[in-house]
Each structure stands twice: as structure tokens, then as C-alpha cells.
């Protein structure tokens, strides 16, 4: 671990390569592949039900009061997201594939991440306890309006088959698990809320899905026809949409007066879309496609929006550190009487 910290080598990233390798190598068949199938949702399940504990319900209905906050979050969540998402319907077939071009709509139609939302959150000095909330109800909405979404957006296309049952089956693995552990959180926070704990948890379910997705996609032959030049390609899209995305976050937070804490939850919260969530229920809604294919924008994207919100809300922390150090030198022999640095907004 210290010898890619040297190198600068983002550990999450490397084992997502090492489990789409493995999958690409050694993809699993058969009775593994049932195994693997079922391996995979009890993980899931443990995650959500390892977020259930992490979250004090009392600081969810306090932070539940800061409306506009969490309805602008929700509105480029699910409004200016899938917005741009249809938009992107230009690009095929000259950039994008039917199938990529159906990845690419899907990830817009996800919900925020929860961890990195609110870890770069404190990063960059932001509102903390409203991250908090922001994500977690963008997480548990996208269980009912991911699907939902889905149906009206991308069945229309044959993009998609999504049936009542398939909303179902995501409420099962997804939202019990969460209510599950809010109801034991008095009993089992200290030991289910422990931050290694889930992290061991988040980023294993996550290799799973990766690795049976990829796998299902060697079994079934998907992978052939995808040159470098369409993989650019997705790369490419990413990076555009992620910026008009920050852009238009960060300008309408300053339209809508937010102080500077808040503003920040409304950029990492509303620009950012959840792996985690979005690859379980991929595995549901788009069962017997090319769920390799369809999953690989949500997987580059995903990259992307983490090598840039790091890089933004270590600059944006950094700023806010420098800003209360000056501050707190006005008020020292050697300072400047009535001097009051602003602290810079993001």
C-alpha cells in the first residue's frame, strides 16, 4: 500500500482492473457462476445494510430541514442528469454504440455516491451533516426512480426490459438491508459501523459485480468489436459530461445564494453517481444484455469523477485551511488589526 502511495497508484482503481482482468481471463461458468451470482447479493446486501447503521437518524431529520439544499442536489440528480444523458443520443453511431450509448444514459439515471460525496465533503470544509443527508436520500429515492427511470427513458428503445418485479427484487437487496440496519443501529453501530469494516465491504461487492459482469460478458462473447478507439470514446464522453455537470452545479448554487458550505455539497453530491448502487441493479434491469458492455461508461466515469472531486476538495480544503489561518492571525500580536480574510469560495 505505501508503494502505491509513492506512486500515486489509487488502490480501488488497481483492484477494479485486477477483477476485470480475472474476469476476462478466468470467467466463471456454470455452477460458478450460479455461486458467484449469489455471492454477490449477499454482499450487496451486507453493504446497505452496513450504510443502515452508519446513519443517525436524528441527524437525517435535522439536516431533512435544509429543503432547497436537498431539492437542488435531487434536481441534477435526476433532472440534469438524465437530461444530458438523452442529449448524448447524438453521438450514436459515430462515437458511441447502441450499447455503450445505453451505459452512458443509465449511469445518468443513477443516484449520487454516499462515501466519496461526504468524504469530500470535509475535505473541501463543506456542510457535512447536509452531504449526509443529500446522499443518502438520492440513494434511497434511486431505488424506486433508477428503475422507474429506466422503464420510461430506455424501454421505449428496447434498450431495456424492466418489469414490476425487477423494482422488487432491487427493494429486496437494497432498500431491507438499509432499513435493517437503522432498526439494529442501537444494538450493533459500534461494531457494523466500523469505517474499515465497510470499506471492505463497499469495495468487495464492487469487485464482485465487476468481476461477474465482465466474466458474463466473456461467456457470452460481448467483448468482441469494442476497439481502443470506441474505449477513448467513452472516455472522452465522460470527461464532457462530468464538466458540464460541475459547471452547471457550481453556477446554479451561487444563483441560488447558498454560502459556501452548502455550495460544496451541492457540487460533489449532485455531480457524482454511485457504482456501488448502479452495478447490482444493472445485473437486474438489463438481465440477459450485454451487462459488461452497459456497465463499462458507469465504471470509466466513475474513475473520473473521483481523480477529479480528490483533486478539487483537496485545492478547496487547502483554501479554507489558508483562509483560517490568516483570519486567526488578525486576532495575534503580530497581526493586522480588523484584517478579515473571506474564505474562498469553490
Known sequence: ?????????????????????????????????????????????????????????????????????????????????????????????????????????????????????????????????????SASVSNLLGVFVTPLLVMLLMQTTGDATVSPMSIVE?????????????????????????????????????????????????????????????????VGVSIMLLALVLGITAGAARAFGFDRADRIVVIFCGSKKSLATGLPMATVLFAGQPVGLIVLPLMIFHQIQLITCAALSARWGRQADEAEAARTATVTPGGAAGEITPVPRP
Open 170 to 234: 432491487i427493494v429486496v437487496q437494497l432498500l431491507l438491508p438499509f432499513i435493517a440496519g437503522q432498526l439494529l443501529r442501537p444494538k450493533l453501530h459500534r461494531v457494523l459501523s466500523h469505517t474499515t469494516l465497510t470499506k471492505v465491504v463497499d469495495r468487495g461487492s464492487v469487485y464482485l459485480v465487476v468481476y461477474s459482469a465482465f466474466s458474463a460478458g466473456m461467456v457470452e462473447h460481448v467483448w468482441q468489436g469494442l476497439g481502443i478507439g470506441r474505449l477513448l470514446a467513452v
Open 1 to 133: 500500500m505505501k508503494l502505491l502511495a509513492k506512486l500515486r497508484i489509487d488502490g480501488f482503481l488497481l483492484g477494479l482492473f485486477v477483477a476485470m482482468g480475472i474476469g476476462l481471463i478466468l470467467p466463471a461458468r456454470g455452477g460458478a457462476a450460479d455461486v458467484l451470482e449469489w455471492a454477490t447479493k449477499v454482499a450487496i446486501a451486507v453493504l446497505f445494510l452496513l450504510y443502515g447503521t452508519r446513519l443517525e437518524p436524528r441527524e437525517a431529520l435535522a439536516g431533512l430541514r435544509h429543503w432547497r439544499l436537498h431539492t437542488t442536489v435531487l434536481a441534477s440528480t435526476y433532472l440534469l442528469f438524465p437530461l444530458l444523458g438523452l442529449a448524448l443520443r447524438l453521438l450514436v453511431p459515430t462515437v458511441l454504440t447502441d450499447d455503450l450509448y445505453t451505459g452512458m444514459l443509465y449511469l445518468c439515471l443513477l443516484p449520487s455516491t454516499v462515501q466519496s460525496s461526504i468524504a469530500f465533503t470535509a475535505i473541501a470544509r463543506g456542510n457535512v451533516a447536509a452531504a449526509v443527508v
